[in-house]
């Protein structure tokens, strides 16, 4: 039988990485869905789109394709078949990929080829509505979260580490309009599934947050 677990949580709880080393010590494969609809919005801004313009963006769904591929484990997204693995990461990727994600289309686009990594794989996936749409079904459900202010506090060194310029202020009034915008949008609104096991990493490290969440999967699926 395969093995799904969604991880579900707002922007910055440390989602992908602890899911990610997670997933390496289960032996599953660890599919960052976020970066599907990153690559939507990068498409729309290279376009030159409004982002929150539900009806210019749905219309470039049948242009493109996105597609993940896994490479030694780790996920590489592709937009017409272009790697834009590293072009997903900026600020404003991340606020256009919020934008787009509130549009029914964009999110219908993406569903199928979540689902199908799903049906085949030992995965652990991670998003926003993983366990309340993608995989109503998946054996173990986590929703990892933290204060707003230690999520930008780690969202912010991460940047300062890849070298963009930054001001913790403005890390923190985004993330804080990120998490409005993906609680409250109409379909499918970041809030943990009936069934999920709530992980609260504020006050716990990197490695304390791994063990926690290998612990909870190992105990679920016994
Ligand atoms: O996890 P992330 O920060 O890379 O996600 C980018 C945006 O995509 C986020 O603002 C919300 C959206 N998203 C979503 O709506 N559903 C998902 N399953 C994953 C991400």
Do not use: W
């Not at 986590?142 to 969202?155: D, H, M, P, Q, V």
């Amino acid at each position: 039988m395969v093995i799904n677990v969604a991880i579900d949580g707002p922007a910055g709880a440390g989602k992908s990485t602890v899911a990610r080393a997670a997933a390496k010590e289960l032996g599953y494969i660890y599919v960052d869905t976020g970066a599907l609809y990153r690559a939507v919005g990068v498409n729309a801004l290279r376009n030159n789109l409004d982002t929150t313009d539900a009806a210019a963006v749905s219309a470039t769904l049948d242009k493109i394709t996105v597609e993940l591929k896994f490479a030694d484990g780790v996920q590489q997204v592709l937009l017409n078949g272009e790697n834009v693995s590293e072009e997903i990461r900026t600020p404003d990727a991340s606020m256009a990929a919020s934008n787009v994600s509130a549009i029914p289309a964009v999110r219908a686009f993406l569903f199928d080829l979540q689902k199908n990594i799903a049906k085949e794989n030992n995965c652990l996936m991670d998003g926003r509505d993983i366990g309340t749409v993608v995989l109503p079904d998946a054996q173990v459900k986590i929703f990892l979260t933290a204060s707003a202010e230690k999520r930008a506090k780690r969202r912010y060194d991460e940047l300062i580490a890849k070298g963009t310029k930054v001001e913790y202020n403005n890390v923190l009034e985004e993330l804080i309009q990120r998490d409005y915008n993906d609680s409250h949008r109409e379909v499918a609104p970041l809030k943990p599934a009936e069934d999920s096991i709530l992980v609260d990493t504020s006050d716990l490290s990197l490695e304390e947050s791994i063990d926690k969440v290998v612990s909870t999967i190992k105990e679920k699926i016994g």
